[in-house]
């Protein structure tokens, strides 16, 4: 990771059972979404006011619905699964919106699709578009972030298949991910001290 003062790293997660903000330390200010596109769009503005970083991260858990790796993954792009307007525009594009509906972190890393759904059910249409992972919240955080100039990364821990049995799974698997994402988190930002 660049040289990043502590404190000008932000890290937004949907929910406090997701990841504890007191792993972090002082290295980050961790600030809790909510669930769905709306109340992570609405918190990444606040925050990003409240703290004006240099840096947002999204950690979060995803659901698998293509072949990926396992555990903790970097997100490379993600998109809007569940915006539908057609005929105005194709599946995942904002009507009369200009520009590029697929957002691009800037790192190598796999696809997600964003949706106010639990996707439980497979969908042609994400082999279309390449979509690895399914979320409910990044799409909004980088939408905001790229509008308003601020680097993001995010990243997700594969906690489901994306089925039947996605909300059994999720809950078996929210803790997991949470000491891989600290692990690497603060492997970046500890420096060794000066010789």
């Known amino acids: 990771m660049q040289e990043i003062p502590p404190g000008a790293i932000l890290v937004l997660v949907a929910l406090p059972q997701e990841l504890d903000a007191a792993l972090l330390g002082t290295h980050a200010t961790v600030c809790y979404t909510g669930v769905g596109k709306v109340n992570a769009a609405y918190a990444t503005v606040q925050a990003l006011r409240a703290h004006a970083p240099q840096l947002v991260i999204n950690f979060g ?3 698998r619905v293509a072949p990926c790796p396992s555990g903790l993954v970097e997100v490379a792009s993600v998109l809007q699964r ?3 307007a057609e005929p105005l525009a194709p599946r995942g594009a904002t009507p009369f919106q200009e520009g590029s509906h697929t957002l691009h972190s800037g790192r190598d890393g796999v696809v997600c699709g964003t949706g106010d759904s639990f996707v439980t059910a497979p969908d042609p249409w994400f ?3 390449g979509v690895q992972l399914v979320d409910m919240e ?3 955080v980088a939408s905001v972030c790229a509008r308003q100039n601020v680097a993001w990364r995010a990243f997700k821990f594969v906690s489901d298949d994306a089925n039947a049995d996605s909300a ?3 809950q078996a698997n929210v ?3 949470e000491a891989l994402f600290v692990d690497w988190f603060l492997r970046q930002t500890q420096r060794p001290p000066a010789v």
């Open 61 to 63: 858990y995803a659901g």
């Open 82 to 84: 569940d915006m539908n």
């Open 127 to 129: 082999e279309t578009q």
């Open 138 to 140: 990044l799409y909004a």
């Open 168 to 170: 059994k799974d999720w």
């Open 175 to 177: 803790r997991r991910g």
